[in-house]
């Protein structure tokens, strides 16, 4: 078993400059987005300087709140936070069937910043900021390019094509990241997609919860509910993410009628083991956040090095079926390649089939037969 998880303390009780606004206006504010900054924190290797200074020019923009900087070890390059945050010059590097789009999104387009790859749900992409760069991100071709929060007006002919198509009842509130917007601004949004009859469903994208905890106020909370029904898709992928803060963050939003359900990516070197999976899913669980998804990683370019190969999902799926209760286990998926869908893959169960019998295998190793009905 795990040791507890250590409660961590905010940062925000430690400020060095004086507060302007709510706490988490100060934490987007005073995100690291320097390599000197950066350097000031943690003890960098070449490479990771080389990175983050290669991401101060171009591609995918460096930027990581104190909160989830403070999270990240000083001294150890192999540390599961900085992996997901800190540059490093890997991201140089080409793999083979390297993307810049690798979900098609921009030939799924059907509106400015509406991506519709599915017949009942479609995905808004409100905003191209974070408050931390992942450096995994399915979306470096566009997050951080300096758009910023889309207008209602830019957002108009999305909406639009929404009223226009009744069999899009489901809405990804994406983007970027939807909770690093202004309340009013992200509710009006909300608003406007509430005001569509047949949107039934609205899903909110965000990784707040872990990396900004501090944004999931009751102000907000009380702005959206009313809009309600809304879903929180976030993405906590290691255990050392499962905070004081991100549970306070999680908590409000359930206990306010929010289904809170997680997407963990796979990531080598951070998260592709049973043991951290299990602790991760099992901490997720007591927060009643239900885990949803564990995506294999995109074909992104310049993430190879953070990629697992595909058996590894599988194989660690095999590992946690039957050793984790069933509402802690998540679906693999796999997001192919050119926006062609989503598959879910996982271990086979099933030995051998001839009419009227299967023979299973199941996790204890045994093979059994069902009978189908004559
Ligand atoms: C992933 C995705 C969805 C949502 O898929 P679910 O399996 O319903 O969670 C919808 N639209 C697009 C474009 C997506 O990439």
């Known amino acids: 078993m795990q040791a507890p998880l250590p409660l961590h303390r905010s940062p925000t009780a430690r400020t ?3 507060r302007r606004g709510p706490a988490w206006a100060d934490q987007v504010r005073r995100a690291v987005t320097t390599v000197a900054e950066l350097e000031r924190r943690l003890v960098l290797t070449p ?5 983050a200074l290669r991401a101060e020019r171009a ?8 909160y989830y900087l403070a999270l990240a070890d000083r001294h150890d390059p192999a540390c599961p936070i900085r992996r ?7 991201e140089s590097l080409a793999s083979p069937g390297d993307l810049d789009d690798p979900l098609g999104e921009k030939d799924h387009e059907v509106a400015p910043d509406l991506v519709r790859r599915y017949p009942d749900r479609a995905l808004l992409l409100a905003t191209d900021r974070c408050s931390v760069y ?17 207008s209602l007006d830019h957002l108009a002919s999305a909406f639009a094509w929404l009223a226009e198509h009744p069999e899009v009842r ?3 509130v994406s983007g970027g990241d939807p909770l690093v917007m202004a309340t009013e601004r992200l509710v009006s949004i909300v608003a406007r997609l509430r005001a569509i009859p047949t949107v039934e469903t609205i899903r909110l994208a965000t990784r707040a919860p872990v990396t900004l905890p501090q944004r999931v106020t009751a102000e907000l909370v009380r702005a959206l509910r009313p809009h309600h029904p809304i879903w ?9 993410e499962l905070t004081e803060a991100a549970r306070r963050a999680c908590t409000r939003l359930v206990d306010a009628g929010f289904p809170v359900m997680n997407q963990t990516v796979l990531l080598a070197g951070i998260n592709d083991d049973a043991t951290t999976l299990e602790a991760l899913l099992r901490g997720l669980v007591r927060w009643r956040v239900r885990p949803y998804y564990l995506l294999q990683a995109d074909p992104v370019r310049g993430t190879g090095h953070l990629r697992t190969p595909l058996g590894r999902g599988i194989e660690l799926l095999e590992a946690l079926q039957g050793r ?17 869908g989503k598959v879910p893959i996982g271990p086979d169960w099933i030995v051998s089939r001839s009419p009227g019998r299967t023979r299973l295998r199941t996790h204890r190793g045994v093979e059994v037969d069902y009978l189908d009905p004559r």
């Open 16 to 18: 060095e400059r004086p």
């Open 47 to 51: 490479d990771e300087r080389a990175g």
């Open 59 to 66: 591609g995918l923009p460096l930027s990581i709140t104190p």
């Open 84 to 90: 997901q945050c800190v540059p490093h010059l890997d």
């Open 134 to 150: 992942c450096r995994f991100c399915t979306r470096s071709r566009m997050v951080g390019a300096g758009g910023g929060a889309r």
């Open 170 to 172: 489901d809405v990804i």
């Open 232 to 240: 929180v898709m976030t993405h906590f992928n290691h255990p050392r």
């Open 324 to 340: 984790l209760t069933g509402i802690a286990l998540p679906r693999l998926i796999v997001d192919t390649p050119g926006g062609m």
